[in-house]
T-cell receptor, first 110, second 114 residues
Framework: EDKVVQSPLSLVVHEGDTVTLNCSYE??????LLWYKQEKKAPTFLFML????IEKKSGRLSSILDKKELFSILNITATQTGDSAIYLC??????????FGQGTTLQVKP | GAVVSQHPSRVICKSGTSVKIECRSL??????MFWYRQFPKQSLMLMAT?????????EQGVEKDKFLINHASLTLSTLTVTSAHPEDSSFYIC??????????FGEGSWLTVV
């Protein structure tokens, strides 16, 4: 059975801290791994990863995929209160179906 | 602007009634759309894959007679929650697969059954 597991499930940090969110997966017909940020409504897209070892970066966020060990990490440096959200990892199969992890709830305190 | 439009964004209905949620792809044709459900403090769970012109494919544990999916055109998929109960209250969200394998989400619909 396909599954995506995220850790930790929740995290509380202070502004300026760096956080690392983990995502491991077991999915047949893997096409890509995606990271989303969800606040109050629909998830907003962060990264799509398809190749191992290539870091994707957007401002203070970065992510990398290891297709051999079947995991990905999402790093956020110099966290801000606006980073507080649920971060979702999803693996896309070759049919376009997304299998989501449980999400990591991040709270950044001032 | 939105690439996938979902309507309504919020709906309250009485127990026992049916409610329809629409998912439209704007400016592109989506032969495949997906419907997800998210309960409070939980992740998104895939309910079904909606294919234009054919029957939807439901995930295990999702009642196809309760959650009716119709994908009658290349830009519209609808999810009808029939005989809704309070436990159906949830956040429902659709996504559309664009040629080139880009996925776009709708804005989501909050359903409250009272």
């Amino acid at each position: 059975e396909d599954k995506v597991v995220q850790s930790p499930l929740s995290l509380v940090v202070h502004e300026g801290d760096t956080v690392t969110l983990n995502c491991s997966y077991e999915v047949t017909n893997f096409r890509s791994l995606l990271w989303y940020k969800q606040e109050k409504k629909a998830p907003t897209f962060l990264f799509m990863l398809t190749s191992s070892g290539i870091e994707k970066k957007s401002g203070r966020l970065s992510s990398i995929l290891d297709k051999k060990e079947l995991f990905s990490i999402l790093n956020i440096t110099a966290t801000q209160t606006g980073d507080s959200a649920i971060y979702l990892c999803a693996v896309e199969s070759n049919t376009g179906k997304l299998i989501f992890g449980q999400g990591t709830t991040l709270q950044v305190k001032p | 602007g939105a690439v996938v439009s979902q309507h309504p964004s919020r709906v309250i209905c009485k127990s026992g009634t049916s409610v329809k949620i629409e998912c439209r792809s704007l400016d592109f044709q989506a032969t495949t759309m997906f419907w997800y459900r998210q309960f409070p403090k939980q992740s998104l769970m895939l309910m079904a894959t909606s294919n234009e012109g054919s029957k939807a494919t439901y995930e295990q544990g999702v009642e196809k007679d309760k959650f009716l999916i119709n994908h009658a055109s290349l830009t519209l998929s609808t999810l009808t929650v029939t005989s809704a109960h309070p436990e159906d209250s949830s956040f429902y969200i659709c996504s559309a697969l664009l040629t080139g394998n880009t996925i776009y989400f709708g804005e989501g619909s909050w359903l409250t059954v009272v």
